[in-house]
């Protein structure tokens, strides 16, 4: 379609240029032909009514040519400075594209180059999880990939973290009945030192037999 315009528009600077022409060297063959007839009276001995009204309408029709071929001069430079302005316009669109595809390139390239959190992330390695889920392989998809990685490592941190729940409710259950059996513990001293001190005068007895 731009072509089919970019002919058109070539077609009609052609005809304008080949009209434009063609009023020039009407203009140039009708001063010829009027500085000729000057020439003829200047020279003639009598004064010829017919050539001077022949010289008239020369110049009368020159007159008007050159009318028309200024203003077609004037319409050929107002067509140009149309086309320079609409150059100017698709050249600086031209250029706006061009540095915001350089600021999109950029930014695809930022982008690429970010640091993730998935990259500071601690995870087994691809091999690793490969091994354990045969169903996916190398040639899958690294998005795809990374979210079943993710979603692996999510299952196994939930997992120690249920482990390390139990274990903690397992040590304070320990602890509590470490501090039970250490009551116990305390209170069975207490009594034998309690009847320790009341064998005292038994044994202060028995000595004396």
């Known amino acids: 379609m731009e072509n089919i315009h970019s002919l058109g528009s070539n077609n009609q600077n052609l005809s304008a240029d ?6 020039f060297e009407t203009c140039i063959d009708l001063a010829k032909k009027a500085q000729e007839q000057c020439r003829q009276l200047l020279h ?8 001077k009204t022949h010289l008239m309408t020369l110049i009368s029709r020159l007159r008007a040519t050159n009318r028309a071929a200024y203003l077609e001069a004037r319409t050929s430079k107002q067509e140009a400075q149309r086309a320079r302005q609409l150059l100017d316009q698709k050249y600086l669109q031209l250029q706006n594209l061009y540095y915001e595809q350089q600021h999109i390139l950029t930014s695809i390239k930022a982008c690429e ?8 992330l601690s995870m087994i ?5 490969l091994a354990l889920h045969p169903n996916f ?6 998005h795809t990939l990374m979210l079943a990685r993710l979603s692996h490592e999510k ?8 482990v390390r729940r139990d274990l903690l409710k ?7 009945q470490n ?6 513990l305390e209170e069975l001293d207490s009594q034998l030192k309690n009847f320790i001190r009341s064998a005292e005068p038994l044994q202060e007895f028995m000595k004396k037999y």
């Open 137 to 142: 392989s190398k040639t899958t998809d690294q």
């Open 113 to 120: 180059t970010f640091p993730t959190t998935y990259d500071s």
């Open 179 to 184: 501090k039970v059996h250490k009551e116990e």
């Open 125 to 129: 390695s691809e091999e690793e999880f």
């Open 44 to 51: 003639s001995s009598s004064i010829d009514s017919k050539a």
């Open 170 to 176: 397992q040590k304070s259950e320990l602890i509590s």
């Open 155 to 162: 299952k196994e941190r939930e997992n120690l973290e249920k």
């Open 18 to 23: 080949n009209s434009q022409k063609k009023v």
